[in-house]
């Protein structure tokens, strides 16, 4: 039996005013069930409960599971928080008597001082009236904004004068991004000669003056000069021995093998500095990279003698890798829509004696293929050559959301009904009689409640 039966005839028809009241109805509820929804997101989220699953975010889950995009998938979990810090807006939400297209307009400017402000202009006007009043809104704090970074801009200065005993002293004033960026330059070179001088210290008699002692000012100071000298000489950074963005692994096929021996591998940071990463991140890292085949002595690893090199190789060939890129078309992981920087993982690893074969290869993204490596997720294939994912626990991740029954409009009411949540045919009906918002005015009026 249908529950919505079609009238047959004009005379059975509904009056126009009860169909319009069941509609603002409905939509009131649907207000109210939008606020118990966020509510369990926030509690999700703030659970990591998305994260057994191997997704990204709490906005990547609700893309897969419910079907819903990702842009509105991260507003949901945005107003979802901010919620939680504006007691007035969450009340009128959840009594049904605004709507999530209101409250997404308020939550991009809300506070606990100006949300009633907002409140009534949202009960008295349309979605188009509070989208204009937080853009008229944001447009003026930006106009803040940036009269403030312009007067930053001109305030700046640097000035300097050679004191009686010949000592240069400055004295500077920067706009904040200057400051930072000059801070963060003077932060390292400071860095890298205190390293220096306690490096010497150890190295030397214990009749050495202890440079620990040395006041951080005057470490700036010798700073400051280095930075000096770097832009003179253009040879503090250079780069030697590689791109900027090649990292150096020093492994062996010990460490490789899934079984193997090796429990680190050394990873270059420059010059005579190295660290240790962990063998399955060895692993991953050469699961899709430029290979070269090293013959070496047996001495320690900074010590050790090349007796041999071979020819830089590509552990994925790029005709293979356009083949993968071409049917998987982006990350293969569980309701993954990443497309673009994803690595070409072998399933059974090559130094395993995995074959560098399609039927052996699937793209995963950075965040996955970590997962499948460091993270204790599993993967292997079916019978049919499907991906299978499995989570550290074991249990295996479905390819695609359930699809359970999501409840009806009378569920709906009803759950409204229990939690005392009043709704009628006029809740959440704006007050709103067709006259014109000054903005101006309404701007004014939300400014002074900062």
Known sequence: MDQFPVP??????????????????????????????????????????????????????????????????????????????????????????????????MTRVATPQNEDYLLMIANHGTAAHVERLVRNYRGVKRSEALERDQQHHALRELNWYIDSDGSYVLKARMSPEQGARFVQALDAATGAIHEEQRNAAENVSAGTPDYSETPIAALRADALERIADSYLSKEENVVTGGDR????????????????????????????????????????????????????????????????????????????????????????????TAQHHVDAHHIRHWADGGETRLDNLLLLCRHHHRLVHEGGYGLVLDAAGEPVFNAPNGRQIGTAPDTRFRGNVFALTTGNGRARVEIGARTGVPYWCGERMDDGMAVEGLIRRE
């Open 245 to 336: 963005c090649t990292l150096h692994l020093h492994t062996d096929i010990n460490t490789l093998q899934q079984d193997g021996d090796g429990a680190e591998a050394e990873l270059e940071s420059g010059g005579s500095m190295s660290a240790n990463v962990c063998a399955e991140t060895s692993r991953r890292l050469a699961c899709d990279c430029g290979v070269v085949h090293w013959l070496e002595d047996n001495n320690e690893p900074l010590h050790s003698s090349a007796l041999d090199i071979g020819r830089r190789t590509r552990s994925i060939p790029p005709a293979i890798r356009r083949a993968l890129q071409r049917r998987d078309g982006g990350c293969r992981f569980p309701g993954c």
């Open 8 to 105: 047959s005839t004009q005379s059975e028809a509904r009056e126009l005013t009860t169909l319009e009241d069941e509609i603002t109805e409905l939509a009131a509820h649907l207000n109210a069930a939008t606020y118990r929804l966020l509510t369990l997101i926030r509690e999700f989220d703030e659970r990591h409960g998305w994260s057994g699953a191997g997704m990204k975010s709490c906005a990547h889950w609700l893309n897969w599971k419910c079907g819903i995009a990702m842009g509105a998938a991260r507003e949901k979990v945005r107003i979802a928080h901010a919620l939680n810090n504006l007691p007035q807006i969450s009340s009128a939400l959840r009594g049904g008597k605004v709507s999530f297209s209101k409250v997404r307009a």
